[in-house]
């Protein structure tokens, strides 16, 4: 029995369960030569899926509909007739959300779950962990000393980036919201300040309290109102990575915010937009850097982790009321 | 006699004659060992002096109350105790807007009337026509056969980016707010096209047909509005020079936009304020091109001279109802 998730609907404002048609069929797979057949371990549900699921054109093709959906996968290979892949192995790539399914095993990674637990290759050593590196180094370029503002602090891609920014020398602020994620910032995370956006008073005015030197990098998970409150508090020469806008991907009318351009013009700061890929000739070495100071112990992850095939779009859908922990993943 | 302007009063909003203050003096201006006396010949009036009027924080001082406002003016010497300077020599800086004053010749450069009209050393051959030219190639990073949207076009700043951009081999449009505009955009300045804002029924449509292939770079000069529009076309890696903001100089409230950070991501695009003044090492490059350029015809530039003294605070006012073409001069 093979269980498969489609697309239904395009969700209007935030996704539904509704938008979302399980299908199961009793056919067994069979593989051709050079296929390998998976078995779904882990599913990695992000906040980005959100856009594919809307018809815009963006930097990667639209979810058809009554499609399966795809996200970061870990699977176990069952059977192979593939030469560089053996039955017992698992594989990360993007992958359909199916509790089995056939592939060529172009674009899957082999992952060693001796050396880290398999889920990690989904958020710290897999795309989340490459997000925060290359976000943080390539556009933020930081600079020991100076003050890093993170928003969606709690999140997968957040906690990393604050994590990172510790190890490189960086003031660093978070912004989440909830008192216990500030909390687990702080004690868990190193972040240095944090700051709850759902019950600060006033969030410009505890920026500027955080960060008294002013802000210099800002690694923007969250875009809408925490955005511009920050804004108000960047330095000369800031650079502000344009990571992601949780806030607004749900909102059914075009969003807007404070102007930015009189901010940057009179800052001469930078607002760079980007997706991990754009770096992908930096993989290596940003993978080797995470997968070190994991083993040294020196960053540290959290997961949010559902139980079973059917929680997927659940699981999905509570990204957006920011009821994970690290980041999102089901186990199958 | 030496005419003086003051500023007397911080703009609320629009900036008006009643924020000006002119005082005579009947004084004789001495000079001590290693001063010049300097005669004011053109002043020049720029939309960037609007923020040093207000008291927010910014790259550069703010002006202050009851002190005489400053801007790039071209003077003459007419009498000289400093060996680097000689009766008759012109210069060009920062200098106050006073008929006459002395200066210790610091921050001022000789200019030579012979190569190009005095004036042109405060548009195309003075930080006009280096902030077009350096915003355009240091942030912009122009490819032959991309294409280059300008707002404000019609300006001082966007006539010469424009014209640059042809010189390099791009596609150019231009946005501006009068039909006569558009139309020395395209005979005089060899614009490709030009959009009207102020008769456009839609103008992102506009942009749409006039860059079927899509934004590669955007010149920003104004914000507000039409940068909004230019957003929903931009394409994958869009740089957008973000130059200034007259749309919005005057708002007494914070103004408000579409939010950018969506469309940033989605395009892995970059928004990059600026001041010339941080690309410094690059003037001498940049002011031999410009220089080569004009004398070979490729570059070309309009200026709207206002005549007298007494009327740089109404020249100054006017830039911000698009009443000039090209840079505005007052000749004293």
């Known amino acids: 029995m093979i269980k498969t998730i489609l697309l239904k609907n395009r969700p209007e404002g935030k996704p539904t369960l509704s938008d979302f048609e399980f299908v199961t069929e009793e056919t067994e797979l069979k593989i051709n030569e050079g296929d390998i057949l998976l078995e779904t371990a882990y599913v990695s549900v992000d906040p980005y899926l959100r856009g594919r699921m809307s018809a815009a054109k963006s930097y990667i093709p639209s979810f058809e509909l009554n499609k399966p959906i795809q996200s970061g996968v870990i699977a176990k290979v069952i059977e192979s007739k593939n030469k560089n892949f053996k039955e017992g192995d698992f594989v990360s790539g993007m992958l359909s959300w199916k509790t089995k399914q056939v592939s060529t095993g172009e674009g899957l990674l082999k992952v060693d779950g001796s050396k880290a637990s398999l889920s990690a290759y989904l958020g710290v050593l897999g795309m989340t962990g490459l997000t925060a590196y290359l976000g943080l180094n390539q556009i933020g370029k930081p600079v020991a000393g100076e003050t890093l503002v993170v928003s969606g602090a709690a999140g997968a891609v957040g906690s990393i980036v604050g994590q990172i920014g ?167």
Chains 1, 2 share one sequence.
């Open 166 to 332: 510790k190890i490189l020398g960086l003031t660093v602020i978070g912004i989440a919201g909830t008192d216990e994620k500030i909390e687990v910032l702080k004690s868990q995370f190193g972040f240095d300040a944090g700051i709850n956006y759902n019950t600060s008073k006033d969030i410009k005015a505890d920026i500027a309290k955080a960060a008294p030197q002013g802000v210099d990098i800002y690694f923007d998970n969250v875009g809408g109102p925490i955005s511009d409150a920050v804004l108000f508090n960047i330095n000369r020469f800031a650079r502000i990575i344009v990571c992601g806008a949780i806030s607004v991907y749900n909102d059914t009318e075009l969003p807007t915010s404070i102007s930015v351009q009189p901010f940057l013009v009179k800052n001469s700061a930078l607002m760079q937009g980007f997706i991990v890929s754009n770096y992908a000739e930096k993989f290596p070495e940003a993978m080797q850097h995470l997968a070190d100071w994991l083993a040294e112990n020196k960053l540290t992850y959290t997961e949010t982790v559902v139980d079973g095939f059917d929680h997927i779009p659940h699981a999905f859908i509570d990204l957006f009321e920011g009821k994970n922990n690290g980041k999102m993943i089901v186990k199958i």
